[in-house]
Protein backbone atom coordinates (compact mmCIF):
# COMPACT_ATOMS: atom_id res chain seq x y z
CA UNK A 1 0.00 0.00 0.00
CA UNK A 2 1.52 3.48 -0.79
CA UNK A 3 0.80 6.44 1.63
CA UNK A 4 0.83 9.85 0.01
CA UNK A 5 2.57 11.98 1.90
CA UNK A 6 0.61 14.84 3.87
CA UNK A 7 0.31 17.73 2.24
CA UNK A 8 -1.14 21.43 2.76
CA UNK A 9 -2.75 21.60 -0.56
CA UNK A 10 -4.21 17.86 0.47
CA UNK A 11 -5.15 19.58 3.80
CA UNK A 12 -6.60 22.92 2.58
CA UNK A 13 -8.91 21.02 0.42
CA UNK A 14 -9.78 19.15 3.24
CA UNK A 15 -10.36 22.02 5.54
CA UNK A 16 -12.22 24.04 2.99
CA UNK A 17 -15.18 21.51 2.61
CA UNK A 18 -14.97 20.93 6.37
CA UNK A 19 -15.25 24.59 6.81
CA UNK A 20 -18.53 24.57 4.40
CA UNK A 21 -20.32 21.66 5.97
CA UNK A 22 -19.63 21.73 9.51
CA UNK A 23 -20.76 24.94 11.06
CA UNK A 24 -23.75 24.32 8.93
CA UNK A 25 -24.20 21.00 10.86
CA UNK A 26 -23.73 22.30 13.66
CA UNK A 27 -26.54 25.26 13.57
CA UNK A 28 -29.10 22.76 12.17
CA UNK A 29 -28.05 20.50 15.30
CA UNK A 30 -29.24 23.22 17.22
CA UNK A 31 -32.89 23.00 15.77
CA UNK A 32 -33.29 19.77 15.34
CA UNK A 33 -31.76 17.86 18.20
CA UNK A 34 -33.66 16.19 20.55
CA UNK A 35 -33.21 15.83 24.30
CA UNK A 36 -31.80 12.72 23.79
CA UNK A 37 -29.30 13.85 21.16
CA UNK A 38 -28.13 16.54 23.76
CA UNK A 39 -27.53 14.02 26.29
CA UNK A 40 -25.38 12.07 24.37
CA UNK A 41 -23.27 15.17 23.10
CA UNK A 42 -22.69 16.04 27.02
CA UNK A 43 -21.75 12.37 27.66
CA UNK A 44 -19.33 12.14 25.07
CA UNK A 45 -18.13 15.68 25.86
CA UNK A 46 -17.05 14.18 29.51
CA UNK A 47 -15.28 11.75 27.78
CA UNK A 48 -13.11 13.45 24.94
CA UNK A 49 -9.47 13.50 26.12
CA UNK A 50 -7.36 10.55 26.13
CA UNK A 51 -3.25 10.22 26.75
CA UNK A 52 -3.34 7.50 24.14
CA UNK A 53 -3.25 9.54 20.06
CA UNK A 54 -5.17 7.15 19.10
CA UNK A 55 -8.19 6.77 21.61
CA UNK A 56 -8.41 10.42 21.57
CA UNK A 57 -8.98 10.92 17.85
CA UNK A 58 -11.51 8.21 18.24
CA UNK A 59 -13.49 10.09 21.20
CA UNK A 60 -13.29 13.52 19.36
CA UNK A 61 -14.53 12.01 16.29
CA UNK A 62 -17.66 10.76 18.18
CA UNK A 63 -18.19 13.87 19.84
CA UNK A 64 -18.29 15.55 16.29
CA UNK A 65 -20.08 12.50 15.03
CA UNK A 66 -22.66 12.86 17.58
CA UNK A 67 -23.24 16.89 17.16
CA UNK A 68 -23.49 16.42 13.36
CA UNK A 69 -25.62 13.68 13.63
CA UNK A 70 -28.08 15.56 15.67
CA UNK A 71 -28.57 18.19 12.76
CA UNK A 72 -30.66 14.47 11.18
CA UNK A 73 -29.42 14.54 7.87
CA UNK A 74 -27.93 11.66 6.63
CA UNK A 75 -25.99 12.66 3.61
CA UNK A 76 -24.65 15.59 5.68
CA UNK A 77 -23.35 12.76 8.69
CA UNK A 78 -22.20 10.61 5.68
CA UNK A 79 -20.52 13.14 3.63
CA UNK A 80 -18.84 14.27 7.53
CA UNK A 81 -17.77 10.79 7.90
CA UNK A 82 -15.66 10.72 5.10
CA UNK A 83 -14.10 13.85 5.32
CA UNK A 84 -13.07 12.61 8.80
CA UNK A 85 -11.41 9.42 7.60
CA UNK A 86 -8.96 11.62 5.55
CA UNK A 87 -8.03 14.40 8.05
CA UNK A 88 -7.98 12.21 10.96
CA UNK A 89 -4.14 11.34 9.85
CA UNK A 90 -3.38 15.19 9.88
CA UNK A 91 -5.43 15.71 13.27
CA UNK A 92 -3.05 12.84 14.61
CA UNK A 93 0.17 15.29 14.29
CA UNK A 94 -1.88 17.08 16.69
CA UNK A 95 -3.24 14.34 19.42
CA UNK A 96 0.14 12.25 19.49
CA UNK A 97 2.29 15.28 20.67
CA UNK A 98 -0.81 16.79 22.91
CA UNK A 99 -0.35 20.15 20.91
CA UNK A 100 -4.21 21.08 21.64
CA UNK A 101 -5.57 18.80 24.28
CA UNK A 102 -6.83 21.84 26.92
CA UNK A 103 -7.52 24.49 24.09
CA UNK A 104 -10.00 21.68 22.29
CA UNK A 105 -11.53 20.67 24.80
CA UNK A 106 -12.27 24.23 26.44
CA UNK A 107 -14.22 24.92 22.42
CA UNK A 108 -15.73 21.42 22.87
CA UNK A 109 -17.75 23.10 26.14
CA UNK A 110 -18.74 25.71 24.51
CA UNK A 111 -19.78 24.30 21.45
CA UNK A 112 -21.96 21.81 24.12
CA UNK A 113 -23.23 24.74 26.02
CA UNK A 114 -24.81 26.62 22.32
CA UNK A 115 -26.78 23.46 21.05
CA UNK A 116 -28.02 23.28 25.20
CA UNK A 117 -29.30 27.28 24.17
CA UNK A 118 -30.39 26.25 20.99
CA UNK A 119 -28.13 28.93 19.72
CA UNK A 120 -27.48 28.74 15.80
CA UNK A 121 -25.54 31.43 15.40
CA UNK A 122 -23.16 30.71 18.01
CA UNK A 123 -23.03 26.92 17.50
CA UNK A 124 -21.94 27.73 13.98
CA UNK A 125 -19.30 30.40 14.69
CA UNK A 126 -17.81 28.32 17.70
CA UNK A 127 -17.64 25.31 15.14
CA UNK A 128 -15.59 27.52 12.49
CA UNK A 129 -13.27 28.59 14.93
CA UNK A 130 -12.89 25.48 16.23
CA UNK A 131 -11.66 23.98 13.46
CA UNK A 132 -9.95 27.21 11.76
CA UNK A 133 -8.28 27.11 14.77
CA UNK A 134 -7.15 23.40 14.31
CA UNK A 135 -6.01 24.05 10.75
CA UNK A 136 -3.65 26.71 11.15
CA UNK A 137 -2.07 24.70 13.88
CA UNK A 138 -1.71 21.34 11.72
CA UNK A 139 -0.58 23.94 9.02
CA UNK A 140 1.86 25.12 11.29
CA UNK A 141 3.29 21.64 12.03
CA UNK A 142 3.03 20.03 8.68
CA UNK A 143 5.32 23.24 7.36
CA UNK A 144 7.76 23.63 9.49
ZN1 LIG B 1 -13.00 18.93 18.20
Excluded at 11 to 22: G, K, M, S, T
Excluded at 64 to 87: D, F, I, P
Amino acid sequence: MTVTPLTTTELENLYAVRLQLEPWAAGLATERATNEDLLQVTQLLAETYHAVASEALRRDRAFHRAVYSAAKNEVLTKSLGQLWMQTDRYRFILLRDHRDDQAAAAEHVEIVAALQKRDSKLASSLTRNHIERVLALITKVISD
